[in-house]
């Protein structure tokens, strides 16, 4: 069992130091994570429809216009609180490879930075749902032999983003150990890693 | 030994013990336990023998099932695997390399020990269900079984001889020891519970019906000795004293029943324990799969000045159901030094009882009586509206809710080393939790809003095979910049270094 410096610690360059650089999400994930937060608010409003309409039936013709006020009502607040929910959840969520292994961030209220070490990944999934799809996203999805963390996932990733992150997270549990193979990650976010805030 | 000759044939050609179906069949009448019991209870009336021909020929079925399983099953030692073949029109064979095998176990019930013979399952690593179930084997064979794969694993057979002699034995638990036990554990209450809300499910109608007489005949029987209030109230007590006297001496019974002759033994990174009065179950596991350690102390355990050390092992995580299988309880009871003497055995670089505590944010304690403060304040406010002066007898709960959270955050502490990080809490009943780093699956810096406003995080870790309850490595209330220094080393620790498995 190796021992561990415990005074000496170079914190800045670990994904825990409150200022460590994190990569945001890919911009389409922006629009998959609104697209799919309207959706969901639709089907509240549909269903609340329902109750609504038949009161209004109940108590006569009067009652339609405010049946239709209030629907139009709810559908402006829940609409546009889910567009700006999910605006805020994008900026909130982050990740980061460097040679500890796979970081996340997410969270408003709640927030948790999640590290999960390249030497305890056991294997990883790529999932595409049809929203990922339609914006060329996809979902890693990192499995531990660990209980309440056994598996972390990470959606809307860009598509060359996510593969990346899988080889450079798969590859080197062959053992290459060291220094991590950097994900070709697009032209807008830069190497994860490399950099950290200053 | 004979057995052992014919394990290492050809092809496996070892049957199960010639009365394994008749365990078999009642292992599937359990299962159709509750189906019999509705055709007894509603099968009464119309049509009774109809009922009953339908019950004769499933249990006709399952007999018959449970006879060609035993004619079908076949096992046996080929090279260094363990071949198993069963079935009749869907034959299986299955294949399981011996040094895969990382748990024995063998379960005898007071009928398995009336026959003479045991039920045994191997496991092997992470998986969450038995790689096979042997229902059931003879006591010579199950024990060659448990040789072979024990040599299997690289050790001699002369080192699995000594183990049973008596060598290695790390605890043994004396009656008097299982006396304490039961008077620490209480495990009479939970059972009663369960039994008294079993038996209101089961029972049809109310069951205040039941009491009813019970009471009646006790108020007569006060009425017709015309006792004063004085006389009743004293009778109250002692009633009230005779039903925990009783609870506890149900406790004693239970803690005997489960850990009669509790044996742990060590050799050669195997452990190995045995226990039980009437169903003895043995099982063994390597000592490398201990993903967690905790020792406890109850207000109870101090009283006794005993501890309890308990584990959680990476073998058959997912069956919590079965939990008597896995090894659980290191030390059920026993004193601080032997803890510690048991620790220092088996885990000597963690140091045991001398962790270096650090401590929470000086502020913790604020955020620990914030909610019951709050709580009792408004219950407080809310009954003294209603009920005048006697409402407000809550408010006097407040300064003990400040001085248990100033006892919980001193006694709250987290110690990191070469090869562990601790974590101890509670005040009363107390929890020292301690993990290998070389075990730990990852790492997690949480803060919600109040945590934030006061500069505080959390830091959790996770190790494979966690229960879902109990206690875990979770730190709160730290300060922002430790948490994340802490977190940033651990991190950088597990990182750096690969799994021990």
Request: net charge positive; glycine share 8%; charged share 20%.
């Amino acid at each position: 069992m190796q021992s561990m410096p415990t005074a000496s610690v170079d914190a800045p360059r670990s994904a825990f130091a409150a200022d460590a650089r994190f990569e945001r999400l890919s911009p389409n994930a922006r629009r998959g994570m609104r697209v799919s937060a309207l959706v969901g608010s639709l089907l509240v409003l549909m269903v609340s429809a329902v109750p609504l309409f038949l009161l209004s039936v109940a108590r006569g013709e009067m009652a339609v216009a405010t049946w239709l006020s209030l629907e139009a009502a709810l559908a402006v607040l829940l609409l546009s609180s889910a567009w700006l929910l999910a605006g805020a959840r994008w900026r909130a969520t982050g990740w980061r490879l460097d040679e500890d292994g796979l970081a996340i961030r997410r969270g408003l209220l709640w927030r948790s930075e999640t590290l999960v070490p390249r030497s305890r990944v056991q294997h990883v999934d790529l999932g595409h749902g049809p929203i990922d799809r339609l914006f060329g996203l996809a979902t890693l999805k990192v499995h531990t032999a660990g209980t309440h963390l056994s598996s972390v996932t990470l959606a809307g990733m860009a598509q060359a983003d996510a593969e990346a992150l899988r080889d450079a997270l798969v590859l080197d549990e062959r053992g290459d150990g060291g220094q991590p193979a950097r994900p070709a990650v697009a032209s807008s976010a830069a190497a994860p890693g490399a950099r950290h805030g200053d | 030994m004979a057995t052992e000759a014919v394990l290492a044939a050809a092809t496996p050609q070892l049957r199960l013990h010639p009365w394994s179906w008749l365990f078999v069949l009642l292992a599937q009448l359990r299962n159709f336990a509750l189906p019999l019991l509705a055709l007894l209870v509603f099968g009464q009336g119309g049509g009774w023998e109809q009922w009953q021909l339908y019950g004769a020929l499933a249990g006709g079925a399952l007999a018959l099932v449970s006879v060609v399983q035993y004619f079908t099953y076949r096992y046996g030692v080929i090279g260094s695997d363990l071949v198993i073949r069963a079935g009749i029109l869907n034959r299986t064979s299955r294949t399981i390399p011996l040094a895969r095998i990382r748990n024995v176990s063998l379960h005898r019930t007071l009928l398995h020990r009336l026959f003479g013979v045991a039920e045994v399952r191997l496991e092997s690593a992470g998986g969450t269900t038995a790689e096979a179930h042997m229902r059931v084997l003879s006591l010579d064979a199950a024990s060659a079984l448990e040789r072979l794969v024990q040599v299997g694993h690289g050790r001699d057979a002369a080192a699995v001889d000594a183990d049973a002699a008596d060598a290695n034995v790390l605890l043994r638990l004396p009656t008097v020891e299982l006396v304490r036990l039961g008077l620490i554990s209480n495990r009479g209450v939970v059972v009663l519970g369960a039994a008294f809300a079993a038996a209101s499910q089961m029972v049809p109608g109310d069951p205040e019906q039941w009491f009813r007489p019970v009471g009646r005949w006790l108020f007569g029987q006060a009425e017709m000795l015309q006792m004063g209030w004085l006389a009743t109230v004293l009778v109250a007590l002692a009633l009230l004293l005779g039903a925990v006297v009783l609870l506890r001496l149900l406790s004693i019974v239970l803690a005997i029943v489960q850990f009669h002759g509790f044996t742990l033994r060590e050799r050669d990174g195997v452990l190995g324990v045995e226990s039980g009065l009437l169903t003895r179950v043995r099982a063994h596991a390597p000592l490398r799969k201990i993903q967690f350690w905790c020792v406890s102390e109850s207000l109870l355990h101090r009283l006794f000045r005993r501890r309890s050390l308990d584990v959680e092992t990476a073998v058959s995580a997912g069956e919590g159901k079965d939990s008597s299988r896995s090894i659980n309880h290191l030390a059920p009871v026993a004193t601080a030094g032997a803890v510690a003497a048991l620790v220092q055995r088996l885990l000597p670089e963690a140091g045991y009882p001398a962790f270096d505590w650090q401590p929470l944010h000086p502020r913790a304690w604020r955020r620990l009586c914030f909610w019951p403060l709050l709580l009792t304040l408004l219950a407080g406010l809310g009954l003294g509206l209603r009920f005048g002066a006697p409402g407000l007898l809550p408010l006097l709960l407040l300064p003990w809710w400040v001085l248990r959270a100033r006892r919980l955050a001193a006694a709250t502490g987290w110690a990191l080393n070469g090869t562990v990080v601790a974590y101890r809490s509670g005040w009363l009943n107390r929890h020292t939790a301690f993990a290998e780093l070389a075990k730990l699956q990852g790492v997690q810096v949480l803060h919600g809003p109040f945590d934030r406003r006061r500069g505080m995080a959390t830091v959790a870790v996770d190790t494979a095979g966690a229960a879902a309850i109990g206690e875990r490595i979770h730190i709160r209330f730290l300060p922002e910049a430790e948490a994340r220094r802490l977190a940033a080393q651990l991190g950088r620790h597990i990182a750096r270094n690969p799994l021990a498995w």
